[in-house]
């Protein structure tokens, strides 16, 4: 492989050793599992107790990780892209939302993460799973088209792409298929590689595998504070919900829910396999392994019965557990991450010079060596939907007329065109608080402070100091026509800059009053 010896030169990491002359070593292997629909605020995790053993144990987990968009296209794409949604222009999980589309295959998609892993850092890359919404649609060059920046594709449709060759046989989608496929490309011993395991698991349909269908079989959805809890000041979606729920709802959830952790146990056994397989290779001391999901998911929160999409905890905060080379076991974060940083934390790895690329996240790889502390790190994030609905009435509900979206089952709508907003969500030791605005006829703005209230039953929009809202609309304005370096400046509770909020009832005291900055 001729690629293989050039870059041969920028694979090992060297040092000088003051007793046995220069040792070098391989660049460190990376492997990202990621899930699909999976939330951590319900109990996701549950399921997969090898999974917790085997990476969350063996290093580090994130309590505070988010994702730039509750909604699986556009959040894949903030992962490959290393970009907020404004962006990488993926608005929604259709084509004519960028979902697979054309621009996106033109303007966006050669700069993925994986293709500068292969092309600039010389790794072998390897996809298997689901990837993009829409992948394989004629409309979007078929099964022919192999994303740029993979070496071995397998991607899942309704039947499997492999290198390009459709229907390549693989109908079903199991742990053997993926174990077995992801471990014959590897061959060479110099070339470290890039692995993506993209798992349908646990979303819709949620078919169980046969020796797990009879588990959790008395297992609910947790009935939470803020479970079928009437969302009455919140956005105009929430508001529509019908509080008790249908019994019908509830059974449905119920049952979802449950199916969900059967199919959990599959995702489960594929890990304990992948870290076995890299184990008997010898190569689990020196690979990265990554566990973390698109988005969250809600079942009976706020009365919606359930789906993602929203902008509360329980549908953007996901999974993020890491194992690998100087990580050391069993650790927390509490510091604040996004999807939009795994990019930029591989890239890091592969040692790529971060500066040249226009990724929007950062790499948190010293927080996982233990080289960063919270004084030091960012204190704010976006997260930004644009609402999906349709042009015409949905024809089980006619009477809720058109602009809504998935009315099931008792035409209680998840989505609708107005579902459409951006939020800054700030995590520091001290402030733990959510600012949205919505972009419908209401311009409805939802403020919480999760410090005080997890569950976000109040909505302090109305009654949070007048400044401390100014200074987070101001903040969302910059964060949403950030690009690159900007994205990633100090926040409003800026620790650096030592602005405390020192708060007895509504009175902030801040010695040097907060910053405003320019957008630069
Ligand atoms: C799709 O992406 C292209 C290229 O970035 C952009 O020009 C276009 O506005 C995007 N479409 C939407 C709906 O955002
Ligand atoms: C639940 O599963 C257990 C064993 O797995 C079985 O004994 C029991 O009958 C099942 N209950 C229901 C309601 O299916
Ligand atoms: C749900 O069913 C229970 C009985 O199982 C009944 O008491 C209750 O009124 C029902 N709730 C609704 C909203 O229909
Ligand atoms: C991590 O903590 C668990 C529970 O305290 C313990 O059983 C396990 O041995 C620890 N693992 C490592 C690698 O230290
Ligand atoms: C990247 O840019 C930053 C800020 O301009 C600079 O401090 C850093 O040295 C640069 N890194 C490399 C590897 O050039
Ligand atoms: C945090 O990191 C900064 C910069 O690396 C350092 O100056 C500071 O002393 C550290 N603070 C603590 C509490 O470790
Ligand atoms: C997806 O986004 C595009 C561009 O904004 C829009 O035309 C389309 O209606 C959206 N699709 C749905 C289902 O909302
Ligand atoms: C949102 O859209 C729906 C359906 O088009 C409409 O009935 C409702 O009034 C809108 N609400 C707001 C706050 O814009
Ligand atoms: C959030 O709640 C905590 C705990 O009640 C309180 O100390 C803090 O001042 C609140 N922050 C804001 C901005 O309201």
């Given at each position: 492989?001729?690629?293989?010896?050039?870059?041969?030169?920028?694979?090992?990491?060297?040092?000088?050793?003051?007793?046995?002359?220069?040792?070098?070593?391989?660049?460190?292997?990376?492997v990202?599992?990621?899930?699909?629909?999976?939330?951590?605020?319900?109990?996701?995790?549950?399921?997969?107790?090898?999974?917790?053993?085997?990476?969350?144990?063996?290093?580090?987990?994130?309590?505070?990780?988010?994702?730039?968009?509750?909604?699986?296209?556009?959040?894949r794409?903030?992962?490959?892209?290393?970009?907020?949604?404004?962006?990488?222009?993926?608005?929604?999980?259709?084509?004519?939302?960028?979902?697979?589309s054309?621009?996106?295959?033109?303007?966006?998609?050669?700069?993925?993460?994986p293709?500068?892993?292969?092309?600039?850092?010389?790794?072998?890359t390897?996809?298997?799973?689901?990837?993009?919404?829409?992948?394989?649609?004629?409309?979007?060059?078929?099964?022919?088209?192999?994303?740029?920046?993979?070496?071995?594709?397998?991607?899942?449709?309704?039947?499997?792409?492999?290198?390009?060759?459709?229907g390549?046989?693989l109908?079903?989608?199991?742990?053997?298929?993926?174990?077995?496929?992801?471990?014959?490309?590897y061959?060479?011993?110099?070339?470290?590689?890039?692995?993506?395991?993209?798992?349908p698991?646990?979303?819709?349909?949620?078919?169980?595998?046969?020796?797990?269908?009879?588990?959790?079989?008395?297992?609910?959805?947790?009935?939470?504070?803020?479970?079928?809890?009437?969302?009455?000041?919140?956005h105009?979606?929430?508001?529509?919900?019908?509080?008790?729920?249908?019994?019908?709802?509830?059974?449905?959830?119920d049952?979802?829910?449950?199916?969900?952790?059967?199919?959990?146990?599959?995702?489960?056994?594929?890990?304990?396999?992948?870290?076995?397989?890299?184990e008997v290779?010898?190569?689990?001391?020196?690979?990265?392994?990554?566990?973390?999901?698109?988005?969250?998911?809600?079942?009976?929160?706020?009365?919606?019965?359930?789906?993602?999409?929203?902008?509360?905890?329980?549908?953007?905060?996901?999974?993020?557990?890491v194992?690998?080379?100087?990580?050391?076991?069993?650790?927390?974060?509490?510091?604040?991450?996004?999807?939009?940083?795994?990019?930029p934390?591989?890239?890091?790895?592969?040692?790529?010079?971060l500066?040249?690329?226009?990724?929007?996240?950062?790499?948190?790889?010293p927080i996982?060596?233990?080289?960063?502390?919270?004084?030091?790190?960012?204190?704010?994030?976006?997260?930004?939907?644009?609402?999906?609905?349709?042009?015409?009435?949905?024809?089980?509900?006619?009477?809720?007329g058109?602009?809504?979206?998935?009315?099931?089952?008792?035409?209680?709508c998840?989505?609708?065109?107005?579902?459409?907003?951006?939020?800054?969500?700030?995590?520091?030791?001290?402030?733990?608080l959510?600012?949205?605005?919505?972009?419908?006829n209401?311009?409805?703005?939802?403020?919480?402070?999760?410090?005080?209230?997890?569950?976000?039953?109040?909505?302090?929009?109305?009654?949070?100091?007048?400044?401390?809202?100014?200074?987070?609309?101001?903040?969302l304005?910059?964060?949403?026509?950030?690009?690159?370096?900007?994205?990633?400046?100090?926040?409003?509770?800026?620790?650096?800059?030592?602005?405390?909020?020192?708060?007895?009832?509504?009175?902030?005291?801040d010695?040097?009053?907060?910053?405003?900055?320019?957008?630069?």
């Amino acid at each position: 492989m001729d690629s293989a010896r050039r870059f041969a030169c920028c694979l090992l990491i060297c040092v000088s050793l003051w007793s046995s002359g220069v040792k070098c070593y391989r660049r460190p292997n990376i492997v990202l599992i990621l899930t699909d629909d999976l939330d951590l605020t319900m109990g996701g995790l549950t399921p997969l107790k090898k999974t917790q053993r085997l990476i969350g144990d063996a290093g580090m987990s994130f309590t505070n990780a988010f994702v730039a968009s509750p909604l699986c296209c556009p959040s894949r794409a903030s992962i490959l892209t290393g970009k907020y949604p404004h962006n990488h222009r993926v608005v929604n999980n259709t084509l004519e939302g960028n979902c697979s589309s054309a621009a996106w295959q033109k303007s966006e998609e050669p700069n993925v993460f994986p293709a500068l892993l292969r092309s600039a850092a010389g790794y072998q890359t390897f996809f298997a799973g689901k990837y993009l919404n829409q992948y394989g649609r004629s409309a979007a060059g078929g099964l022919q088209h192999v994303p740029p920046g993979w070496n071995y594709w397998v991607g899942l449709t309704e039947t499997l792409s492999s290198l390009g060759v459709s229907g390549s046989g693989l109908q079903r989608f199991t742990s053997e298929d993926i174990s077995f496929l992801s471990f014959t490309f590897y061959k060479s011993s110099y070339q470290p590689f890039f692995m993506m395991v993209a798992t349908p698991a646990p979303h819709h349909p949620w078919t169980p595998a046969p020796q797990y269908q009879d588990h959790y079989n008395s297992t609910k959805a947790p009935r939470d504070p803020n479970f079928d809890h009437h969302g009455k000041d919140k956005h105009w979606l929430i508001r529509q919900a019908k509080t008790p729920m249908a019994n019908s709802s509830v059974e449905f959830l119920d049952t979802a829910f449950r199916k969900r952790w059967q199919t959990l146990l599959s995702v489960d056994d594929l890990v304990e396999t992948i870290v076995q397989r890299l184990e008997v290779r010898g190569e689990l001391d020196n690979t990265y392994i990554f566990f973390t999901s698109d988005n969250g998911y809600h079942t009976g929160q706020f009365s919606l019965p359930m789906d993602k999409r929203q902008l509360y905890e329980f549908d953007i905060r996901v999974p993020l557990m890491v194992r690998g080379p100087k990580i050391k076991p069993n650790q927390t974060s509490q510091m604040l991450v996004a999807n939009v940083d795994l990019g930029p934390t591989f890239l890091d790895i592969a040692g790529y010079d971060l500066n040249k690329t226009q990724m929007d996240g950062m790499s948190f790889l010293p927080i996982l060596h233990g080289q960063m502390n919270s004084s030091s790190w960012r204190t704010d994030i976006l997260v930004e939907y644009e609402g999906e609905g349709s042009d015409v009435s949905i024809p089980s509900c006619p009477l809720l007329g058109p602009g809504l979206w998935f009315c099931y089952p008792d035409c209680v709508c998840e989505d609708a065109f107005n579902n459409t907003y951006a939020c800054v969500r700030t995590v520091t030791p001290s402030v733990n608080l959510q600012y949205c605005e919505f972009d419908d006829n209401e311009v409805f703005v939802e403020v919480y402070n999760l410090t005080a209230d997890p569950f976000q039953l109040n909505n302090i929009a109305k009654s949070i100091e007048q400044e401390v809202l100014e200074e987070m609309n101001h903040r969302l304005m910059m964060l949403q026509s950030c690009s690159g370096a900007t994205c990633r400046t100090a926040g409003v509770f800026d620790p650096s800059l030592h602005i405390q909020i020192v708060s007895l009832g509504s009175h902030y005291v801040d010695t040097r009053s907060i910053s405003r900055r320019p957008v630069t």
